[in-house]
């Protein structure tokens, strides 16, 4: 069964800390790996995009990285802001039935405290 | 941002009533979706249409009903809907729906079904 597992499910920082949530997923065909952000109210947005030969990617102060033999991947999140509260969705792209259907993390819900 | 508008953003209505989702795109994409968000939960896809056929139902209630009058307008009728549809319908839509084709997301809908 396509599935994709995320940890924790939410977690509180302070802000200008680091923090890494964890993904895994059992999809196959694996095409891609996308991390999401959703603001409270708002449609998510996407972070970084990883094909299956890629390990890691950054955008600014967030840093994803993908191992496709344990079909782990994480998302680190440097110097945190306050902005960055959020949920954080994990979401495998798998090719069938002749378009991309994307199987969806349950989302990790960060909270960053000043 | 504004590339992807849906509208009410928030919609309360009683199990007897009869309302639509609004969505409307502006990218210019060809390929548009409903997905259901309820809490603690992952999106689930509802529906896929490309150039305005659909291409995909999975397994919804047929007391959601969608129509895409055109590659830019997506609607989602409801009728006779109870509690358990309470939740967050999000709208998307991308260039095709082929691999690696971004999806983006509108506000979402706030649905209460009282």
């Known amino acids: ?114 | 941002e504004t590339g992807v508008t849906q509208t009410p953003r928030h919609l309360v209505m009683g199990m007897t009533n009869k309302k639509s989702l609004k969505c409307e795109q502006h990218l210019g994409h060809n390929a548009m979706y409903w997905y259901k968000q309820s809490a603690k939960k992952p999106l689930e896809l509802m529906f896929v249409y490309n150039f305005k056929e659909q291409t995909e139902n999975n397994s919804v209630p047929s007391r959601f009903s969608p129509e895409c009058p055109n590659s830019s307008h997506l609607f989602l009728h409801l009728h006779t809907l109870q509690p358990e549809d309470s939740a967050l319908y999000l709208c998307a839509s991308s260039s095709g729906t082929g691999v690696g084709r971004e999806q983006y997301f509108g506000p979402g809908t706030r649905l209460t079904v009282t």
């Not at chain 1, 996407?46 to 033999?69: Q, V």
Request: proline content about 4%; charged content about 15%.
């Open chain 1, 1 to 114: 069964k396509n599935q994709v597992e995320q940890s924790p499910q939410s977690l509180i920082i302070l802000e200008g800390k680091n923090c890494t949530l964890q993904c895994n997923y059992t999809v196959s065909p694996f095409s891609n790996l996308r991390w999401y952000k959703q603001d409270t109210g708002r449609g998510p947005v996407s972070l970084t995009i990883m094909t299956f030969s890629e390990n890691t990617k950054s955008n600014g102060r967030y840093t994803a990285t993908l191992d496709a033999d344990t079909k782990q991947s994480s998302l680190h999140i440097t110097a945190s802001q306050l902005s960055d509260s959020a949920s954080y969705i994990c979401v495998v792209s798998l090719f069938s039935g002749g378009y991309n259907k994307l199987i969806f993390g349950a989302g990790t819900r960060l909270a960053v405290h000043p």
